[in-house]
């Protein structure tokens, strides 16, 4: 679909201090991003410098844009672009229809979502997808992936569900949310508590005794890699916890889905302090009443970013059984394998080709009806 598509779309990217405006045409940005600072406390003036900042990228393209796309903080009723009560936006109250809104003042349809879905639509159609079914090509493995995982480990917890390339909203719009799980460790609170950019700073502070409630993810990195000031053991366990903690919902929603997982967000650049835990965890055994184990995953969990496992997923691992009464052969398939990898594209690139692919789909579903 991406090598022939030459249609424009317009999008954002909504942060609680800037909006940054861009276009997409064939998965690639067109113009210089824009970036205008955020009104979160008056609706007027929010909702006027978004259509100021659209209408700006909008006057430096050639040809007209036919869409809208973009994802935008929620909680939102995604499928008709109305957005509820943002903690970060408090002129967002009562419920603003952003989606009607900006179809009123351009014309052409807009589509709003959460940066979690896109990030995993666009890494199922441009990023880690794809690439893996290439890696597969080859090697002349005749097994291809078609669906898909994507998390971020960030300010929360954020994942979406792609199936056959088709994004998974749900009924109701919550379709592939991980976030408000039950913690295993903690059972009144959400996972997110323990998958988040506060969650290494609260267990670091706890593991290392400290009464530095400051430091962010990054000098906790930093110490975990030994080039800070701070206790190196417990920065590495606080990254490992939530690797562990983060499988534990993994493993359910990984068993559901059947497809690859993709990492990425700002915490991802921690995943060589996050995976060991969280691979380990999905590769627990698990046992039956009488005492019988079996591997916790039905399929075989390899590391992506490991050289000898990967060399290993992409091994082909199926034969030809012969059909009985018949001089013809079927191929067996004998082992299920489910990929990890970190994002190679980046979540805001994954999330700029997720909106573009999403607004493609839809226009293309409206059209041909």
């Given at each position: 679909m991406h090598n022939a598509n030459k249609q424009i779309v317009l999008t954002l990217d909504a942060g609680g201090t800037n909006f940054v405006f861009s276009a997409i045409q064939n998965f690639q940005e067109i113009t210089q991003p824009l970036s205008l600072a955020a009104i979160p406390d008056d609706i007027e003036a929010c909702l006027n410098r978004i259509e100021e900042g659209f209408h700006i990228i909008k006057s430096q393209l050639s040809d007209l844009p036919v869409a809208i796309s973009f994802a935008f903080p929620g909680p939102a009723d995604y499928k008709n672009g109305v957005i509820g009560d943002l903690p970060n936006f408090p002129a967002f109250r009562g419920g603003i229809a952003l989606g009607a809104f900006l179809e009123n003042k351009f014309g052409i349809p807009v589509f709003i979502n959460n940066d979690g879905n896109l990030f995993a639509y666009g890494e199922a159609l441009y990023g880690t997808l794809p690439m893996i079914n290439k890696w597969l090509q080859d090697v002349q493995n005749p097994k291809q992936y078609q669906n898909l995982l994507g998390i971020t480990l960030g300010t929360g917890f954020g994942s979406?569900?792609?199936?056959?390339?088709?994004l998974l909203t749900g009924d109701n719009g919550s379709g592939g949310d991980l976030w408000c799980w039950r913690n295993p460790k903690y059972p009144d609170w959400i996972i997110e508590e323990s998958v988040s950019i506060r969650a290494i700073k609260r267990v670091y502070k706890e593991l290392s005794g400290s009464s530095e409630?400051?430091?962010?993810?990054?000098?906790?990195?930093?110490?975990?890699?030994?080039?800070?000031?701070?206790d190196?053991?417990?920065?590495?366990r606080s990254f490992e916890e939530l690797g562990i903690l983060a499988a534990e919902i993994i493993a359910g929603a990984l068993t559901l889905i059947d497809g690859l997982l993709v990492i990425g967000g700002g915490l991802s650049g921690a995943a060589k302090y996050i995976l060991p835990g969280m691979l380990k965890t999905l590769r627990q055994n698990i046992k039956v009443a009488n005492g019988v184990t079996f591997p916790r995953m039905q399929n075989e969990i390899f590391d992506l970013t490991n050289a000898k496992d990967r060399k290993m997923f992409l091994k082909p691992v199926n034969k030809q059984v012969r059909i009985t009464q018949s001089d013809n052969y079927a191929n067996y398939d004998i082992a299920g394998r489910t990929g990890i990898i970190t994002?190679?594209?980046?979540?805001?690139?994954?999330?700029?080709?997720?909106?573009?692919?999403y607004a493609i789909q839809q226009l293309d579903k409206r059209y041909s009806v």
């Open positions: 979406g569900v792609v199936i056959n390339k088709t409630s400051g430091l962010s993810p990054k000098e906790i990195f930093e110490i975990a890699e030994g080039n800070g000031e701070g190196r053991n417990a920065a590495i994002s190679l594209i980046g979540a805001n690139r994954a999330v700029m080709c997720g909106a573009y692919a």
